[in-house]
């Protein structure tokens, strides 16, 4: 979600890592209605850290428990000491939805909550081992969305993990030290507060007419947001002027690899209904294509948008296609075509 040249890790150099947090270490990447596993089942975040960084990297872990809820002043004050003088320093926070940790958990089904920040000390765990001066790396496992803005501002990098199984600490590992190029995009919108829990990427034109008083408007982050290792610039958009009933809408563009390493980008198409008789989202997603590419390569990529797919349920609540011009928006580029 956020990377100031942090990541990927360095491989060629002596480069010392502090690693610390609640779920740094724990089975936390299972998610709820799991059943509990022998340790050899799971992979961990440190322990896929250790099974991938190179021999020049040393991995410093703080155990500061697996409990999000018993997390103190003490471990903040000792992890900030130790991360003190690190090359880098990744904390794994986020929250517990183990279903055989009852006493524990803080997500999953059954666990309410008032507030959608990081519970417990975790903010403050983050905070203090930033101010130990090292780039802090950020990495989220949690099982709903979570209010991360002061991350998103400060850390020098974040990423979005989710609960990603038995193997995900040996997933997450390999994105850090750049064995595997992300190429993910978030599958919601993530809001800023408990006040912006109304925060859908499809909203109505009239979601944001007012700002709030106090505090950003929009998003923290938004539906398709992702980053990867390689820099994807889009071009030549081609649309249809006119499309007659019944026809497929045909989305032609390119994509070209402009950085330094292969990677796969996850192109998102987007339609909006320019003029209808009701109210329609700014944007809806009505196709997407995976493309490989190498550095430097380009690929022409050919979608089709089903005219069905275009309809909206009129005032008489009928599933329509009505006549008039739409707005197509893929990776940057924008470009209109007319209904017939």
Not at 47 to 61: F, H, K, N, Q, W
Not at 284 to 296: D, M, N, S
């Amino acid at each position: 979600m956020k990377n100031e040249g942090v990541l990927p890790l360095p491989l060629d150099r002596p480069f010392r890592l502090f690693v610390t947090g609640p779920n740094a270490g724990n089975h936390s990447p299972l998610g709820d209605w799991t059943l509990e596993q022998p340790e050899e089942n799971v992979v961990s975040v440190v322990e896929g850290l250790r099974r991938i960084a190179p021999p020049s990297c040393r991995i410093d872990y703080y155990d500061c428990g697996a409990s999000i809820r018993s997390l103190n002043g003490e471990h903040v004050a000792e992890a900030a000491r130790r991360a003190a003088g690190a090359d880098a320093a990744l904390i794994v926070v986020g929250e517990n939805s183990l279903r055989y940790q009852n006493q524990e958990k803080t997500c999953g089904e059954n666990i309410d909550t008032s507030d959608i920040g990081l519970p417990g000390m975790q903010l403050a765990l983050v905070q203090a081992v930033r101010a130990a001066g090292a780039p802090a790396i950020v990495a989220l496992i949690n099982g709903r969305p979570l209010a991360v803005e002061w991350i998103a501002e400060n850390a020098a990098a974040l990423i979005e993990a989710w609960e990603p199984g038995c193997f995900g600490g040996l997933a997450l590992a390999e994105i850090l030290f750049g064995a595997v190029n992300p190429s993910g995009k978030m599958p919601i919108s993530v809001p800023r507060g408990a006040g912006h829990i109304q925060t859908i990427y499809n909203h109505k034109p009239s979601q944001y007419f007012r700002n709030y008083v106090f505090g950003k408007t929009g998003p923290l982050f938004e539906f398709g947001d992702g980053l990867s290792y390689a820099k994807f610039e889009y071009s030549d958009l081609r649309l249809p002027e006119r499309v007659a009933p019944g026809q497929d809408v045909s989305v032609r563009f390119t994509i070209r690899n402009a950085g330094e390493r292969a990677g796969e980008e996850v192109a998102l198409v987007f339609v909006r209904d320019l003029v209808g008789s009701v109210a329609t989202p700014v944007r809806a997603l009505k196709a997407f294509r995976r493309v490989a590419l190498q550095p430097g390569e380009s690929a022409a990529v050919a979608l089709a948008i089903p005219f069905d797919s275009l309809a909206l349920y009129d005032r008489r609540m009928r599933r329509v296609v009505e006549p008039g011009k739409f707005q197509v928006f893929v990776g940057g580029l924008t470009g209109e075509f007319e209904a017939l």
